[in-house]
């Protein structure tokens, strides 16, 4: 006798309200998290302005840093130049100018002016070993230090001048502005970032102080210089 087995067919899916329910809001917060990716808000013109500022910011990669004083202002314009560098594979170029006045050629020597630059630049160096980045030296003659700024800048094609503002006394007056700064904000070829320290008081505000021996030395020799008398260059890339 043949015992027959019937297999009684059954259903693997069970299909309750709360699966449903379960389900509709899985696919809901799918739905909405995709509808939140995808959505991109109306561009206006202060987003627009802003992304050219960004997109303008990150092509700098050729900084120019002129050394004009032993400052602590210079020393910050350097590293904020080295930092910028570093993160933009760029590279960084301080320039020290020799100052000569117009009765002496080009070529003259000059001791303590070239002592000056010479401290300027042991200083810039000593800035850059604080930082992986790569720094170049050049120096330049030149009658006044603001051309020899602007033709370096035109000839290196500077995406970036960063140059410290120290106030400087001209011919006895104080000025707040180093007329060579002035002459960069005017006649520079590309953008310009000028780090200033704390306002220096006129005469009236405070009492009679020395001047700083670095000072004395180049207030006489920052007038009247045509840029097209910059000389060629007296040293090359230094690490």
């Given amino acids: 006798m043949l015992a027959m087995l019937v297999a009684t067919p059954t259903n693997p899916l069970l299909i309750t309200p709360v699966g449903v329910l379960i389900a509709l809001l899985f696919a809901a917060s799918i739905i909405g998290v995709l509808g939140w990716m995808l959505h991109l808000p109306p561009e206006t013109e202060l987003s627009r302005t802003a992304s050219r ?77 604080q930082t992986p980045s790569t720094l170049t030296v050049r120096v330049l003659k030149a009658r006044q230090a603001g051309p020899a700024i602007v033709y370096e800048a035109t000839q290196s094609a500077a995406d970036l001048i960063i140059v410290a503002n120290c106030p400087v006394r001209v011919r006895g007056s104080l000025q707040q502005i180093d007329p060579a700064v002035e002459y960069v904000l005017k006649h520079a070829p590309c953008e310009v970032l000028v780090l200033s320290g704390a306002r220096v008081p006129p005469p009236h505000e405070q009492e009679p102080a020395p001047l700083a021996p670095q000072h004395a030395s180049t207030e006489e020799s920052q007038h009247g210089s045509p840029t097209h008398e910059v000389s060629q260059e007296l040293s090359g890339t230094s690490r």
């Fill in 53 to 129: 500022a960004v997109r303008s910011l990150n092509k700098m990669t050729r900084i120019l840093v002129p050394l004009l004083h032993c400052s602590e202002e210079t020393d910050r314009a350097l590293a904020l130049a080295l930092q910028m560098a570093r993160h933009r594979n760029g590279s960084v170029w301080a320039l020290a100018v020799i100052e000569v006045p117009f009765m002496l050629p080009l070529d003259a020597t000059l001791g303590e002016e070239e002592e000056r630059v010479q401290a300027l630049i042991e200083r810039a160096r000593s800035v850059a070993r």
